[in-house]
């Protein structure tokens, strides 16, 4: 084990700065920071009154979120000199505390990343809702997503064409599902914000993306139709990008690590040009998500879909100071 370091205020707060940037799932930022002044441990807890109890009644999709909020703290401590070891679930005893990351260092300067630009894309990235222009991506940038994903326990599957049509099809499914579900609508719909509204959470309006006008993309209709009105639909990318981001078990732990392998795929595609945004319609109703698996491997369970290619920054969307806790 590392020699502690004690982490002064200057270092807590690039931490956390790091850590609230991080997309989570209508950002709800589920998530909540206190420093353990005994161990000198920041540790990173849920937060049960930012849920989803009909879209993700597992919290799956809360710790994919919290997964990715670890992984920019740990890019943030690193560009701090600092070494920091991460435990997941460390206390069965605290089900709400869900992961810790203690500060160990300092780090040599031949320790330090230099030069992938993923802590300076952190700022950078938003999600991207708006049509992509289909120039396609250079392989060897596929491969390092693809990479990214591994090295963070998680795998990455970009489908051919007839594969990205199936994973398109079961979104098209599921996003119909939801907007026949009036008590799902008026949940997704209770994270929207109105344009000028100060909100710490949630999408503003100004943030949605059109629908696509040749009805090939299943972007998500936040607003659930009138009376929130929706932007005009635009023509999007003939030939989508996606991957599939899975995992070869289905725990809790799992899907922090997850979280943890998208932030580093999302980052990875960001400092190198790209733009990104999430599809999680079908991960949301188990039989689709079951069959979103890739055929003929075992132990395969969805977490995400990602679309990414060229094209307009997305809109950001706000972050709030109370959720870091000291």
Known sequence: MGTQVLPDAAVM????????????????????????????????????????????PVHRAQFLSVGAAVFNIRLAAVHQGRRPEVTLLPDPRLPGLLAAVRLTGPLAPDERTSGDGLYEAIARRHTSRLPFTGRSVPEPVVAEMTAAAHSAGARLHVPDFAGTRRLLGLTTTAEARTNDTPARTAETRSWLTAPGAVAPYGI???????????????????TGGPPVPRPPALWFERHVQLALLWT??????????????????????????????????AMEWPDLRSAAALPGVKRCHPQLLIRFGYGPDGGSTPRAAGARRW
């Not at 209508?26 to 990173?44: C, I, K, S, Y």
């Open 248 to 281: 070869g078990h289905d725990r809790r732990e799992d899907w922090l690590r997850a979280g943890q392998a998208l932030q580093y795929v999302l980052l990875t595609a960001t400092a190198r040009g790209l733009r990104t945004s999430l599809l999680h319609q």
């Open 204 to 222: 503003p309006v100004t943030a949605l993306g059109p629908p696509d006008a040749a009805g090939r993309m299943p972007m998500r209709d936040f």
């Open 13 to 56: 707060e690039a931490l956390l700065s790091a850590a609230v940037m991080a997309p989570s799932i209508h950002n709800t930022q589920p998530w909540r920071f206190r420093l353990d002044p005994v161990g000198q441990v920041l540790e990173v807890h849920s937060a049960p009154g930012r849920t989803l109890p009909l879209t993700d």
